[in-house]
């Protein structure tokens, strides 16, 4: 199967066209970036941080891969990647960014699911470097770049496809980045996503918001869909994993931390949707 790093990539300061020169990437105003020697590309320039070291930890990026290699999410991956495939262009790569890769789990699934014969022209965008460099190590035929939402390296109007999997969507850059009548692919947490974690780790549950989401300007719905499975963790190792890569390990107070360190095994909803906002032709 054809599985190319993306190349379409611009300046993140000053928003011209990349040309890669061997071991660096230069725009024609002389702005250089060089590639890292694990393989990756960091075009988030110091002035842009809001501080050192942004993003996951090192620690938390372990324990995801830990979590996602054990297969507890296989079926979001499979979901995503159906949907991804969907209607795909039949005469040109299929172009996807994960605007917030992790250790880059969902690109790989996605390279593993696609059928021979489709071209991928892929790339995995984190703002935090552990991230990226987990990412690197794992799959030479992605571009790995250290980046920001805000602030997309990728030249306008070059996307088939971009996910933002339980992240933080800029529907700005998305729009300018995704060709006309492109995907935006989001997978959000439902209401009993985690529930018997959440349940242990905070005095009282949050009620859940009502309503339907509001489609973003300059795009369409597509089609969503439910994604729910129950799972079975059966040591304390992958209940850490799991509370160390999501948010509630800093929501969550200290005896809430305490009382979930002491089981040994967690029956677990996994519940999350699917969106597929499809950008304006015009």
């Known amino acids: 199967m054809p599985i190319a790093p993306f190349e379409a990539l611009r300046c993140p300061l000053d928003g011209a066209r990349l040309q ?67 209607d795909s262009p039949p005469d040109a790569p299929l172009s996807c960014l994960d605007a917030g890769c992790g250790e880059g789990y969902y690109l790989q699934q996605l390279a593993a699911a696609a059928p021979v014969g489709q071209k991928l022209a892929l790339i995995g965008l984190d703002i935090s470097k552990w991230a990226v460099l987990a990412a690197a190590k794992t799959e030479k035929h992605v571009r790995w770049v250290v980046g920001s939402n805000a602030n997309l390296p990728v030249q306008s109007g070059s996307l088939d496809r971009i996910w933002c999997m339980f992240g933080f969507p800029v529907h700005a850059e998305f729009i300018r980045t995704l060709k006309p009548g492109g995907e935006l692919l989001m997978v959000d947490a439902g209401p009993d996503h985690l529930r018997e974690l959440r349940e242990i780790i905070y005095p009282t549950l949050k009620p859940q918001r009502t309503g339907d989401a509001v489609i973003p300007a300059g795009f369409q719905l597509a089609c969503s869909e439910n994604i729910r499975h129950q799972c079975r963790l059966d040591t304390a190792g992958q209940i850490a994993d799991l509370l160390a890569m999501t948010p509630h390990l800093y929501r969550a107070s200290a005896e809430g931390r305490a009382r979930a360190a002491a089981l040994d095994t967690l029956a677990l909803s996994i519940d999350v949707r699917l969106t597929r906002l499809r950008r304006d032709a015009a």
């Open 20 to 86: 890669s020169q061997g071991t660096l990437w230069r725009c024609l105003d002389g702005h250089t970036f060089d590639v890292a020697s694990q393989g990756y590309l960091n075009l988030l320039p110091v002035q842009k941080k809001r501080s050192l070291d942004p993003g996951d930890s090192k620690e938390m990026v372990a324990a995801r891969r830990r979590f996602l290699e054990a297969g507890f999410y296989q079926p979001i991956a499979d979901a995503v990647a159906r949907a991804t495939l969907a």
